[in-house]
């Protein structure tokens, strides 16, 4: 039986490209090109929605607002959150308005799947990191262990932030070198360079 999926993106090539990823034998799409009517065809279809794949950064109201108010019509369907700029910040905004997960574009052909199944299976969310107190380093392992190696690099890097704001030399440098070995892993030169500046920073 196929499973219906709420994809809300603003770029028909994406929406296309993850259709044709995920394919039409085990779902069916509704599309929406923004938050709003995102929205409308959530609250017009919530008794068939199964997941809702959701972007963060939409025009009008962003994915962030559209996830509050999904989440006051509906809160039983699980919302994947998907952002081309993947922070510490928005990773705990999406997970703090209740997404199931937060992936980076970058990496959702690699790790989409096992988040889309684990969803319509209902397993609870692995993701919840919404504490202030969040363990930096115990989130990047678990993240790692799952295969995740670009969102476990930024929680790297968050813990290197830490460790030289409290002054501990030796493990900011370790922390650090640890994520731009993750950066590259998952291929994200880019990020691995920023951290690489930090580093010379404290050298």
């Given at each position: 039986?196929?499973?219906?999926?709420?994809?809300?993106?603003?770029?028909?090539?994406?929406?296309?490209?993850?259709?044709?990823?995920?394919?039409?034998?085990?779902?069916?799409?509704?599309?929406?090109?923004?938050?709003?009517?995102?929205?409308?065809?959530?609250?017009?279809?919530?008794?068939?929605?199964?997941?809702?794949?959701?972007d963060?950064?939409?025009?009008?109201?962003?994915?962030?607002?559209?996830?509050?108010?999904?989440?006051?019509?509906?809160?039983?369907?699980?919302?994947?959150?998907?952002?081309?700029?993947?922070?510490?910040?928005?990773?705990?905004?999406?997970?703090?308005?209740?997404?199931?997960?937060?992936?980076?574009?970058?990496?959702?052909?690699?790790?989409?799947?096992?988040?889309?199944?684990?969803?319509?299976?209902?397993e609870?969310?692995?993701?919840?990191?919404?504490?202030?107190?969040?363990?930096?380093?115990?989130?990047?392992?678990?993240?790692?262990?799952?295969?995740?190696?670009?969102?476990?690099?930024?929680?790297?890097?968050?813990?290197?932030?830490?460790?030289?704001?409290?002054?501990?030399?030796?493990?900011?440098?370790?922390f650090?070198?640890?994520?731009?070995?993750?950066?590259?892993?998952?291929?994200?030169?880019?990020?691995?360079?920023?951290?690489?500046?930090?580093?010379?920073?404290i050298?």
């Amino acid at each position: 039986m196929q499973k219906t999926i709420l994809l809300v993106d603003d770029k028909k090539l994406l929406r296309d490209t993850l259709i044709d990823y995920l394919g039409n034998d085990k779902f069916r799409f509704i599309e929406a090109e923004t938050g709003e009517k995102g929205l409308d065809l959530f609250r017009e279809n919530a008794k068939e929605i199964d997941v809702v794949l959701l972007d963060e950064n939409l025009p009008g109201i962003d994915g962030i607002k559209t996830l509050q108010l999904m989440t006051r019509i509906n809160q039983s369907i699980p919302v994947i959150a998907l952002t081309g700029e993947l922070t510490i910040e928005i990773r705990n905004a999406f997970i703090k308005a209740g997404a199931f997960d937060v992936q980076a574009k970058s990496a959702i052909y690699e790790k989409l799947l096992p988040s889309l199944e684990a969803a319509l299976e209902g397993e609870k969310s692995g993701t919840d990191s919404s504490d202030e107190n969040i363990d930096f380093v115990k989130m990047a392992e678990d993240l790692k262990n799952d295969g995740r190696w670009e969102e476990s690099a930024l929680y790297l890097r968050e813990a290197g932030m830490e460790q030289k704001a409290l002054g501990k030399r030796d493990k900011a440098v370790e922390f650090f070198e640890e994520a731009i070995t993750r950066y590259k892993r998952a291929g994200r030169t880019t990020k691995a360079k920023e951290v690489e500046k930090l580093l010379d920073e404290i050298s």
